[in-house]
């Protein structure tokens, strides 16, 4: 079988690396390929400008030709202004790129995963018009975190039940409380349970129907949703440790104390 060739992909970068003296190694995300591996030869030349473009969260045209798994670049362009993300933004960023190195298969397409890292980006570079709340800052990139988890639960085919009570069946109510089971999801708390022995988290009503309509997430039911996805990811993901975690941990604004389940965390961490 000959090699195939793609021509102007739209693609962002998730990861690169130093391969032998004048090349690197990239991993990248496209709508019709998925993550595709590729080798870019000669591009660390001391004369060359593609280093500067092949940066993470710019939009880029890709083309590339290969028969294997690791295909090779012919060439890229930017296909729109960078997301000049920094901070905490780029943080949240590199995480949304490392749970996509990780979960997603080689060439695995996903459009609309695509359409949902480029939202996830543009919502954390709406997030420095929060500068003045930190609190409000933090709960803004938190919230867009969660949304794109759950888009990639989504695509992955471990999307969450969000709409009704895993055993009877009735949809959930909002000022109710549940144990959302890992594979099973919510049953309310009082009830009739027979799914305890599954690894469960406790869990609102109010923020499961707030997730699944992607409506704005209250400080408390924010901290439950991120139980919930760790829980649901952790294991998916496996014992390795998330690197982009340490990013988040070296990132501290100060926010307002608060008591027991509803104190703020001081870093945004995924």
């Known amino acids: 079988m000959g090699a195939t060739q793609i021509s102007l992909q739209p693609a962002f970068m998730l990861h690169g690396r130093p391969y032998r003296d004048t090349s690197l190694l990239l991993d990248i995300l496209t709508p019709d390929h998925g993550r595709v591996s590729l080798v870019a030869r000669g591009v660390r030349r001391p004369r060359s400008a593609l280093p500067a473009l092949l940066q993470p969260f710019t939009p880029l045209l890709m083309s590339w030709t290969g028969r294997h798994e690791l295909k090779t670049m012919i060439s890229a362009e930017r296909d729109g202004a960078p997301w000049r993300l920094a901070g905490r933004q780029m943080a949240s960023g590199f995480y949304a790129n490392e749970l996509l190195l990780r979960l997603l298969g080689h060439e695995d397409p996903h459009p609309r ?82 799914l305890g022995n599954e690894p469960s988290i406790a869990i609102s009503g109010a923020a499961l129907r707030a997730l699944a309509m992607d409506t ?21 993901l496996g014992e390795r440790p998330l690197y982009s975690r340490q990013l988040f941990r070296g990132l501290h604004t100060p926010v307002e104390p608060a008591t027991n389940s509803e104190q ?3 870093t945004i961490e995924a």
């Open 264 to 266: 703020h965390p001081s």
């Open 216 to 236: 704005v997430l209250e400080p408390q039911c924010l901290q439950q949703c991120k139980q919930l996805m760790r829980m649901v990811l952790k294991p998916l």
């Open 113 to 194: 995963l695509f359409d949902h890292y480029g939202r996830l980006l543009g919502r954390l570079l709406q997030s420095p018009q929060l500068a003045a709340d930190p609190a409000a800052l933090l709960r803004h990139e938190e919230q867009a975190l969660r949304v794109f988890e759950k888009y990639l639960l989504d695509e992955l085919g471990y999307g969450l039940q969000l709409e009704r009570d895993a055993v009877s069946g009735m949809p959930l109510q909002p000022g109710q409380h549940y144990n959302y089971h890992l594979d099973h999801g919510p049953v309310i708390l009082g009830g009739a349970d027979p």
